[in-house]
């Protein structure tokens, strides 16, 4: 990924080249589903025949968000990330640190200039910063003096982040924007301030990575299960009860965050609320009105459990043939993040499970 993309756009100013720090994703344990290995369709959902989709590589997490999403989760809006935005960069002594290696990294102009912008009342990067002017705020600024450190209020720095996945044109647009700001590349905001408002780039809030997220995200095809068995036959004019157990009607995935902004975070959560059953061909009797999520168990549907009768979630096949048993799930997905929430509109979006059932006549017994 582009790292501390000012720090970047400044090296190649000075020295025609840049750095790029490589990031793994990270794999997300919190949840059961797999990404883009399900077989079968989804409605509004988008498909999850096995594709992937590019997701934003500036998010700690992307492995369960690499599904082909549909702005149709989000109810038809959806969010894009920018080439480049305004973030939280630096601590002041992070900054400190950072501008002093330029001095053995880097052209000497380049380290000069920040220096005289950063650390106009510091030691020139060399055996520790004095102390600030007696009575300076850091509000005061620029010029800034000493990176800031020890500077009261306390705040951080903000630099402009580039974007993981950003084009070649995308990358010299923001490399202009640093240009145009250079030496002046990174703005104190005093902890709990407004961003800064240059005019060229935008910040993201973590309403807006909420919304992308919930646009990308894969929603698995719900794992069913069934009396008789699934794979087993079932017989003709004979209850087939139908249920999903908690642990597949619900999965999570916690602290996707920017990479550049730890800040901005937010948690994801896509819950089974109901399916709807149906058979191909339509030789069935359909028990659909117990096939909702029970919010004490987190199952939806009835466990079989030996009752007789018709089940409250499940199927009788009416003909010896080989049906197909689609379950269509709805998922309310929730995005939290702190101090907001967003939640998936209606209608909300579906997959499709289906699972191959043989049904037979019942086996009589003739003893001559």
């Known amino acids: 990924m582009m790292g501390r993309a000012a720090l970047a756009a400044c090296l190649v100013l000075a020295s025609g080249w840049f750095t790029v ?28 025949s096995g594709s992937q989709v590019t997701m934003w590589a500036s998010l700690t997490k992307t492995e369960h968000l690499c599904g082909s999403g549909s702005s149709s989760i989000t109810g038809g809006t959806s969010w894009t990330p920018p ?23 880097s052209s000497q102009l380049t380290y000069s200039a920040f220096q005289q912008e950063y650390d106009v009342n510091g030691d020139n990067g060399h055996g520790g910063l004095a102390p600030l002017k007696p009575g300076y705020l850091s ?37 202009d924007i640093d240009t145009k700001h250079f030496p002046e590349d990174w703005y104190w905001v ?26 990308k995200v894969q929603l698995p095809q719900l794992q069913v299960q069934a009396s008789p068995a699934l794979g087993s036959k079932s017989t003709v004019n004979l209850p087939t009860w139908v249920w999903a157990n908690a642990a597949d009607t619900s999965f999570s995935v916690n602290d996707i965050c920017l990479t550049e902004d730890p800040a901005i975070c937010v948690n994801l959560n896509a819950q089974a609320e109901s399916f709807t059953l149906g058979t191909d061909p339509a030789d069935s009797v359909l028990y659909n009105s117990g096939c909702t999520l029970d919010q004490a168990t987190g199952t939806i549907g009835t466990p079989y459990a030996g009752s007789k009768g018709d089940p409250p979630c499940g199927v009788t096949f009416t003909n010896p043939e080989n049906y197909n048993l689609k379950v269509l799930t709805s998922w309310l997905i929730t995005v939290t993040w702190n101090g907001g929430q967003w939640q998936s509109p209606q209608p909300l979006p579906t997959t499709e499970t289906d699972e191959a059932v043989t049904a037979q006549e019942v086996q009589t017994i003739n003893n001559g």
Request: proline content about 7%; glycine content about 14%; aromatic content about 10%.
């Open 21 to 48: 720090f490589a990031s793994a994703p990270s794999a997300l344990a919190d949840s059961g589903s797999g990404c883009g290995t399900s077989s079968g369709g989804t409605s509004g959902g988008g498909s999850v």
């Open 190 to 215: 005093p902890t709990g301030g407004a961003a800064p408002t240059t005019g060229d780039a935008p910040t993201v809030t973590a309403e807006q990575l909420a919304l992308y997220v919930a646009s």
């Open 83 to 105: 080439a480049c935005w305004w973030a939280p960069e630096y601590t002041p002594e992070e900054l400190y640190s950072t501008v002093g290696q330029l001095d053995q990294s």
């Open 139 to 175: 509000t005061d600024g620029p010029k800034w003096q000493s990176y800031n450190v020890g500077a009261g209020p306390a705040g951080t720095w903000w630099g402009l982040i580039w974007n993981d996945d950003d084009t070649l044109a995308q990358m010299q647009q923001c490399s």
